[in-house]
């Protein structure tokens, strides 16, 4: 094995390793130990969880000597870096049941159109992907192993038969 395949193979495995992570901070509801911040309501379980859709989204790819992680979700930055969202006027429709209460069927009795003006959101920081000392230990555990096998396989190779 050539140097070149021995530090693709280390960085094949990291990102193997890396993305096995990353896929279980949806299951730990938090980056590493640090835990998401629940949303206001919380009806349909984890907000990070509702679809599924985010978490598959993660890819990563290797690309001479990085791995890139990313994610097609357009919403995937806001969601691991946090930050304010600006949003436009739009018309919603309300339903209301038969005794004028808020209902989400739409079979409601009657409907009713309103106006919600622009206004920001604040997103809060459920960061799924990144660096931090967990990331670190993990691709020291990796490159230590990498080395181990490297090791042996030279022992082998020098063994006198």
Same mark, same amino acid.
Do not use: C
């Given at each position: 094995?050539?140097? *070149?395949?021995? @530090? &693709? %193979?280390?960085?094949?495995?990291?990102?193997? *390793?890396?993305?096995?992570? $990353?896929?279980?901070?949806?299951?730990?509801?938090? $980056?590493?130990?640090?835990?998401? @911040?629940?949303?206001?309501?919380?009806?349909? =379980?984890?907000?990070?969880?509702?679809?599924?859709?985010?978490?598959?989204?993660?890819?990563?790819?290797?690309? +001479?000597? %990085?791995?890139?992680?990313?994610?097609?979700?357009? !919403?995937?930055?806001? /969601?691991?870096?946090? +930050?304010?969202?600006?949003?436009?006027?739009?018309?919603?429709?309300? /339903?209301?049941? @038969?005794?004028?209460?808020?209902?989400?069927?739409?079979?409601? /009795? !009657?409907?009713? %159109?309103?106006?919600?003006?622009? /206004?920001?959101?604040?997103?809060?920081?459920? &960061?799924?992907? =990144?660096?931090?000392?967990?990331?670190?230990?993990?691709?020291?555990?990796?490159?230590?192993?990498?080395?181990? *096998?490297?090791?042996?396989?030279?022992?082998?190779?020098?063994?006198?038969?």
């Amino acid at each position: 094995m050539s140097s *070149e395949q021995f @530090k &693709q %193979k280390i960085l094949n495995d990291i990102k193997v *390793e890396l993305k096995d992570e $990353f896929d279980r901070n949806f299951e730990r509801k938090g $980056f590493f130990s640090p835990s998401w @911040k629940p949303r206001k309501k919380e009806t349909r =379980g984890s907000l990070m969880l509702v679809t599924g859709n985010l978490r598959r989204s993660i890819s990563a790819e290797v690309e +001479g000597d %990085k791995i890139i992680f990313s994610s097609d979700m357009p !919403y995937a930055a806001i /969601h691991n870096e946090g +930050g304010t969202i600006q949003m436009k006027a739009r018309k919603q429709v309300i /339903h209301f049941n @038969k005794k004028g209460k808020f209902s989400k069927k739409k079979k409601a /009795h !009657y409907a009713q %159109k309103a106006n919600r003006g622009n /206004h920001t959101i604040d997103m809060p920081k459920r &960061q799924f992907i =990144g660096n931090s000392p967990e990331v670190q230990q993990a691709i020291s555990r990796v490159v230590s192993d990498n080395m181990k *096998e490297l090791e042996k396989t030279v022992a082998n190779i020098l063994k006198p038969k």
